[in-house]
């Protein structure tokens, strides 16, 4: 759910030997695979399920470096998937993975288009608003409605993309199978048929060696902040940097900033326990998403950076005292 309590759905099933389980969202008529364990670190949160003989781990991992400004601002999420035989015997595995719609509307009244790019060896699968009311509007329980989301998913074994409505990715979850070709019925609501951002992964039958299968969440604005009347952009294209070209980048780093981010959240979790105990540091974990994801990165005329809180649930303010006096200790 966005903060304001509107629905936001991301979609993750699971089929394993034939039946459908679901792992994160809800699909009415599948199964929960059991939840063991939740991990919160300050870049990771780290799901694990067992259930159905295979032990499933779910991990998003948002960079959110301090120390690196660029890969700061860029609007992005790695998500992971690793599957493994927990008794001993093979397994048929098929992940499913859908992002809606309702990422990037206000309203589910509002039309909506997509389509899908190559770019570099990934599947970029975009969907936005046909009007795209770039920072056009101010007021009270509004949500961006302008720019595309986006899933890009690098060239595995066994991946499969397809736009589709939601009901034909219900089915094929609990069919096994995968659209052909995309759903091309737009412009459309997202309250017809919601629109999903679908992938699949076959990873054919899994063994006690962990297999995994990942992709990445992305949101393109284009514009982030309007400034004493100017559209500012994302720090990260202060220097003309394409949203592909982004995306390409994240894609060759996600190695390298898995290191650094494992490194950083060891060392601050330590931090935070030495100074105040194993509470105070899963509250202060928490505080630190929470505090980063209420503000924005962008770039001034001159590229310096600018950083902006922005109010949870009114007019569309930046940087009002209720907010910065809060965030203030954190910075």
């Known amino acids: 759910r966005h903060w304001t309590g509107v629905e936001q759905r991301l979609l993750g099933s699971i ?32 799901y694990s399920f067992e259930g ?6 779910a991990t998003f991992f948002t960079p959110a470096l301090p120390q690196d400004l660029d890969v700061l601002s860029r609007p992005l999420s790695y998500l992971t998937w690793t599957v493994k035989s927990a008794d001993g015997r093979p397994h048929s595995i098929q992940i499913y993975f859908g992002a809606s719609a309702q ?48 899933v890009a998913v690098p060239e595995q074994q066994g991946m499969s993309v397809a736009t589709i409505g939601v009901n034909e990715f219900g089915k094929e979850i609990q069919s096994g199978d995968f659209a052909t070709s995309d759903d091309l019925d737009m412009p459309r609501t997202p309250r017809v048929d919601l629109p999903v951002l679908a992938v ?11 297999v995994s299968r990942r992709l990445m969440l992305a949101y393109d604005d284009r514009y982030a902040i309007e400034y004493f009347h100017r559209q500012l952009t994302d720090y990260w294209r202060r220097n003309r940097m394409t949203f592909a070209q982004m995306l390409e980048a994240a894609e060759h780093d996600e190695p390298a900033l898995e290191a650094r981010g494992k490194a950083f959240d060891k ?17 202060a974990i928490l505080a630190y998403q929470q505090t980063l ?22 007019n569309g303010c930046v940087d009002t005292v209720d907010v910065t006096y809060p965030s203030a200790p954190f910075f």
């Open 15 to 46: 089929r394993i030997d034939g039946k459908s389980w679901s792992f994160m969202g809800h699909e009415s008529g599948l199964d929960p695979l059991p939840q063991v364990s939740r991990v919160i670190w300050p870049t990771h949160t780290i």
């Open 52 to 57: 159905a003989g295979i032990d499933l781990t």
């Open 103 to 150: 990422l990037a509307v206000d309203n589910e009244h509002e039309g909506v288009v997509w389509g899908t790019s190559r770019v570099g060896d990934m599947s970029v699968l975009h969907i936005g608003t046909n009007m795209q009311q770039v920072l056009a509007k101010a007021g009270d329980n509004l949500r961006i409605d302008w720019g595309w989301a986006d």
């Open 200 to 210: 699949r992964f076959d990873l054919g039958q899994v063994t006690s060696a962990a």
């Open 267 to 283: 060392q601050m979790v330590s931090d935070l326990t030495k100074a105040g105990g194993e509470q105070y540091a899963q509250l």
């Open 293 to 314: 994801g209420a503000h924005k990165l962008v770039a001034d005329i001159d590229g310096s950076p600018l950083l902006f809180s922005k109010e949870d649930f009114s």
